[in-house]
């Protein structure tokens, strides 16, 4: 449906928040001012081509991605981002179901048959000048793609203002010198915050390459001054790993994507003790709700009766949210569960417990190892775990046990020690199984503990988590 606008479109942002910035947004092998994007084109001046479109971006790096994200909202009835680490396999489901209409892309390798797509663009870095009438904008949908384990993935569908509900300017100590960065990917919906943060609040951004080390992007995100940084906990967990984390010195740090446990933020701020360190609750469907900054784990009971713009509750141990930020449907199969409830809120899966007037996040609902009938939740074990001064990350898995059906398993990598004193794994094994014992429920503690010399993470910044 063609709506017109009635609030700000990025476009109209970069002019107020960028103009007489000096801002840009950089990748691993260019740089873009800002303020050259306010009367440029990076689809080589077609972009009245896809006024009023539903408009598929399928780029193969992050700043052509967000050069032409900055210049279809507005224009395009719909953006559809489609993220670098989904196969093309699902893309026919895609166009159908977010009838897609023409297609972005800076691919040479593409070019499918595909009866409904009328308009293939191609975009690119160079900044052309504008030629797209905007005297009438539209209220762009954004069709966010979820990372599903199996199957095609789900089509989320926000607006700007549903993205944004969040989003307020920065507080440096020089005001107009922040600098943004994120290891995550602009097209899920992690990235896309810090990318609209950048845009919205006239900062600049310094945008991770897939083709780089990340001990690399670190010299290059130290190299852009870079100030504010988000990334998950596993994406900061691989980061300490290398000596370049010492030449970033941030005044902020920002948690989300998984459980934020006390060890990783304790580790972020004994490595950065002048940056202010905290993990934020989000998801593509929830949207962002609350951000902690006490530097513990979980938040306080309160947090979810006293949160402004946001409403909460707790049902069925499921934390569940209600606010202008969430999404407002899915699209695709009518297999599809409603994304909201009768009442409006949306069902997180997060499961969370009450303690000690603070709750604690314990895992997915659908995450839950069942041993003999009692339910383990994997990363309530892993926060266990990666407390013991050892042990640098873990994950919990299940293998299969021929009298109960599964067992409780860790694998786990340890922080790096002198060669010359490599630790007794046996003694280390058990004195990790007695550290369990002390904090877990017997049938939670693992049977076996494996030490590896690393752990999968995914595109998303999440531990890949499969079932032995």
């Given at each position: 449906?063609?709506?017109?606008k009635?609030?700000?479109?990025?476009s109209?942002a970069?002019?107020?928040?960028?103009?007489?910035?000096r801002?840009?947004?950089?990748?691993?092998?260019?740089?873009?001012?800002?303020?050259?994007?306010?009367a440029?084109?990076a689809?080589?001046?077609?972009?009245?081509?896809?006024?009023?479109?539903?408009v598929?971006?399928?780029?193969k790096?992050?700043l052509?991605a967000?050069?032409?994200?900055?210049?279809?909202d507005?224009?395009?009835?719909r953006?559809?981002?489609?993220?670098?680490?989904?196969?093309?396999?699902?893309?026919?489901y895609v166009?159908e179901?977010?009838?897609?209409?023409?297609?972005?892309?800076d691919?040479?390798?593409?070019?499918?048959?595909?009866?409904?797509?009328?308009y293939?663009?191609?975009?690119a870095?160079n900044?052309?000048?504008?030629?797209?009438?905007?005297?009438?904008?539209?209220?762009?949908?954004?069709?966010?793609?979820?990372?599903?384990?199996?199957?095609?993935?789900?089509?989320v569908v926000?607006?700007?203002?549903?993205?944004?509900?969040?989003?307020?300017p920065?507080?440096?100590?020089?005001?107009?010198?922040?600098?943004?960065?994120?290891?995550?990917?602009?097209r899920?919906?992690g990235?896309l915050?810090?990318?609209?943060r950048?845009?919205?609040?006239?900062?600049?951004l310094?945008?991770?390459?897939?083709?780089?080390?990340?001990?690399?992007?670190?010299?290059?995100?130290?190299?852009?001054?870079?100030?504010?940084?988000s990334?998950?906990?596993?994406?900061?967990?691989?980061a300490?790993m290398?000596?370049s984390?010492?030449?970033?010195?941030p005044e902020?740090?920002?948690?989300?994507?998984?459980?934020a446990?006390q060890?990783i933020?304790?580790?972020l701020?004994s490595h950065?003790?002048?940056?202010?360190?905290?993990?934020?609750?989000?998801?593509?469907?929830?949207?962002?709700?609350?951000?902690?900054?006490?530097?513990?784990?979980?938040?306080?009971a309160?947090?979810?009766?006293?949160?402004p713009?946001?409403?909460m509750?707790?049902k069925?141990?499921?934390?569940?949210?209600?606010?202008?930020?969430t999404?407002?449907?899915?699209?695709?199969s009518?297999?599809?569960?409603?994304?909201?409830?009768?009442?409006?809120?949306?069902?997180?899966?997060?499961?969370?417990?009450?303690?000690?007037?603070?709750?604690?996040?314990?895992?997915?609902?659908?995450g839950?190892?069942?041993?003999?009938?009692?339910?383990?939740?994997?990363?309530?074990v892993e926060?266990v775990?990666?407390?013991?001064?050892q042990?640098?990350?873990?994950?919990?898995?299940?293998?299969?046990?021929?009298?109960?059906g599964?067992?409780?398993?860790?694998?786990?990598?340890?922080?790096?020690?002198?060669?010359s004193c490599?630790?007794?794994t046996h003694?280390?094994?058990?004195?990790?199984?007695?550290?369990?014992?002390?904090?877990?429920?017997?049938y939670?503690?693992?049977?076996?503990?494996?030490?590896?010399?690393?752990?999968a993470?995914?595109e998303?910044?999440?531990?890949?988590?499969?079932?032995?």
């Amino acid at each position: 449906m063609k709506m017109l606008k009635g609030s700000f479109s990025l476009s109209d942002a970069l002019r107020a928040t960028h103009q007489s910035s000096r801002s840009f947004v950089a990748s691993a092998d260019a740089c873009v001012q800002m303020s050259e994007l306010i009367a440029g084109s990076a689809l080589d001046g077609r972009g009245d081509e896809l006024q009023g479109r539903a408009v598929l971006v399928l780029t193969k790096d992050q700043l052509t991605a967000a050069l032409t994200l900055l210049e279809l909202d507005g224009i395009a009835s719909r953006i559809v981002l489609y993220p670098p680490d989904l196969t093309l396999e699902h893309l026919s489901y895609v166009v159908e179901y977010a009838k897609v209409e023409a297609i972005v892309t800076d691919r040479s390798d593409f070019g499918p048959s595909m009866p409904n797509v009328r308009y293939f663009v191609p975009c690119a870095r160079n900044i052309v000048p504008q030629r797209c009438d905007r005297s009438s904008q539209y209220e762009t949908e954004w069709i966010l793609l979820t990372s599903g384990t199996f199957g095609p993935p789900k089509l989320v569908v926000h607006t700007l203002s549903s993205l944004a509900g969040a989003i307020r300017p920065c507080r440096a100590a020089v005001p107009g010198e922040v600098v943004w960065s994120t290891f995550y990917d602009i097209r899920r919906y992690g990235g896309l915050q810090i990318f609209l943060r950048a845009a919205l609040t006239g900062t600049s951004l310094v945008l991770a390459s897939h083709l780089e080390a990340t001990g690399e992007f670190l010299v290059r995100a130290a190299a852009h001054g870079v100030t504010h940084m988000s990334g998950t906990p596993s994406h900061w967990r691989r980061a300490l790993m290398y000596s370049s984390a010492r030449l970033i010195d941030p005044e902020y740090i920002r948690l989300s994507g998984e459980i934020a446990d006390q060890a990783i933020l304790n580790n972020l701020k004994s490595h950065y003790p002048q940056a202010a360190v905290a993990h934020a609750f989000a998801s593509t469907e929830a949207g962002v709700a609350f951000e902690v900054n006490d530097g513990l784990a979980g938040f306080p009971a309160a947090v979810v009766e006293n949160t402004p713009n946001v409403e909460m509750k707790v049902k069925d141990r499921s934390l569940r949210i209600r606010s202008s930020r969430t999404a407002v449907k899915y699209l695709g199969s009518e297999f599809l569960q409603p994304l909201k409830d009768e009442e409006g809120f949306v069902d997180t899966g997060d499961m969370i417990e009450l303690r000690e007037g603070r709750y604690h996040f314990v895992g997915r609902r659908d995450g839950v190892i069942n041993i003999g009938g009692l339910k383990v939740h994997p990363e309530e074990v892993e926060a266990v775990i990666n407390r013991h001064p050892q042990v640098h990350v873990s994950l919990v898995r299940t293998r299969k046990s021929p009298i109960i059906g599964a067992l409780v398993v860790a694998d786990v990598v340890l922080k790096a020690v002198e060669q010359s004193c490599p630790p007794d794994t046996h003694e280390l094994q058990g004195n990790i199984l007695r550290f369990c014992r002390d904090s877990l429920s017997s049938y939670k503690v693992p049977a076996a503990i494996n030490f590896v010399p690393s752990l999968a993470m995914a595109e998303s910044g999440k531990l890949v988590r499969r079932d032995a």
